[in-house]
């Protein structure tokens, strides 16, 4: 057990830091398993706790403190941020769930919880894209990279060139084993995305084949050139993910604005794009295309393609990055 005091006493017997008691709460409750998901509750419920402290939070430290207004609070920011573009609707409800999730770890009962997230914030997500992503024209990406080099952001450089090269997400294209993907892509003419990979999908049981062409090579090639002395990744040796996003990742995000790109979770939405497009020879739908009219068959076939190279493993979820079928 992670307790460390009386489960009456501060946070509920977890240490006096809100910060640490909620992810050891969720420890506890998945008795040491389930690594993914306690690490996306634990990074959803930092962010609670950083807006605890900040100006707009209610100043607590103690999970005892926090009450169904202070939720309520925490959802009307969350609103705000959604209105003002800072974020996206589906993130803010999975904030809300998760918090939910980690104060019913610490106290051991639901009874301070938001009922409906997507009530609360008023809005209601959809996995559908409807605006094309940013990130399609290879030019617009090639200004982005030496933008990133000049000030010498390498790494997040070869970050953003994995991402649209081969659909990896930012922990995937972080904590990709360079090494082993170069020589896959020179024996086998492919590689195999396994490091860093959500939810637990990755070994043999899960693979996630790309096709590795020239733009594939090339990306490679500029992670290993960026990747520090000695390391298999993006990480140096003694640098822990978060304080590389947090250092070095987040503050590299005003040049990818700057130069029109949203995030790089676009890169990903364009790399699916520009593969639905040389699968069926039609634009996606948020392209403009009508390919589900004319094979749905092919589309079918292309979505789900798509959706293991994505490592998702869910065609409906293709939506989300190419649009609907209408």
């Given at each position: 057990m992670a307790l460390v005091g009386r489960r009456d006493g501060r946070n509920f017997g977890y240490g006096r830091q809100l910060s640490y008691a909620g992810p050891q709460a969720l420890r506890d409750l998945?008795?040491?398993?389930?690594?993914?998901?306690?690490?996306?509750h634990s990074d959803r419920w930092q962010a609670f706790v950083r807006w605890c402290r900040s100006e707009d939070g209610p100043g607590y430290n103690d999970a005892r403190q926090i009450d169904r207004r202070t939720l309520q609070d925490y959802a009307a920011y969350l609103r705000q941020q959604i209105q003002q573009g800072e974020l996206c609707i589906a993130t803010a409800q999975n904030r809300l769930s998760s918090v939910n999730r980690t104060l019913a770890a610490l106290r051991c009962d639901h009874n301070v919880r938001i009922a409906s997230p997507s009530q609360a914030l008023g809005q209601q997500r959809s996995s559908v894209r409807t605006r094309a992503p940013d990130g399609q024209d290879h030019q617009q990406v090639r200004r982005v990279l030496e933008a990133l080099c000049e000030q010498h952001h390498e790494r997040v450089a070869a970050i953003v060139l994995l991402a649209r090269a081969t659909g990896m997400r930012l922990r995937e294209a972080i904590l990709a084993n360079l090494p082993r993907l170069q020589r896959e892509a020179e024996h086998l003419g492919?590689?195999?995305?396994?490091?860093?990979?959500?939810?637990?999908?990755?070994?043999?049981?899960?693979?996630?084949?790309?096709?590795?062409?020239?733009?594939?090579?090339?990306?490679?090639?500029?992670?290993?050139?960026?990747?520090?002395?000695?390391?298999?990744?993006?990480?140096?040796?003694?640098?822990?993910?978060?304080?590389?996003?947090?250092?070095?990742?987040?503050?590299?995000?005003?040049?990818?604005?700057?130069?029109?790109?949203?995030?790089?979770?676009?890169?990903?939405?364009?790399?699916?794009?520009?593969?639905?497009?040389?699968?069926?020879?039609?634009?996606?739908?948020?392209?403009?295309?009508?390919?589900?009219?004319?094979?749905?068959?092919?589309?079918?076939?292309?979505?789900?393609?798509?959706?293991?190279?994505?490592?998702?493993?869910?065609?409906?979820?293709?939506?989300?990055?190419?649009?609907?079928?209408?």
């Open positions: 998945f008795a040491g398993g389930h690594f993914a998901t306690v690490k996306a492919r590689i195999n995305i396994q490091d860093g990979t959500k939810g637990g999908r990755s070994g043999a049981c899960a693979p996630r084949w790309i096709v590795a062409n020239a733009e594939v090579k090339a990306a490679l090639q500029l992670a290993h050139h960026a990747a520090p002395p000695r390391s298999c990744n993006l990480l140096a040796r003694d640098e822990s993910y978060a304080a590389f996003v947090q250092q070095t990742v987040l503050p590299a995000r005003k040049t990818l604005h700057e130069y029109g790109l949203k995030g790089f979770h676009e890169l990903r939405a364009a790399y699916a794009c520009e593969r639905y497009e040389q699968l069926t020879s039609h634009p996606t739908p948020v392209n403009g295309g009508h390919c589900y009219r004319i094979d749905r068959g092919l589309d079918q076939q292309a979505r789900q393609q798509i959706s293991m190279e994505l490592g998702h493993n869910r065609i409906d979820v293709v939506s989300a990055y190419i649009g609907g079928r209408a």
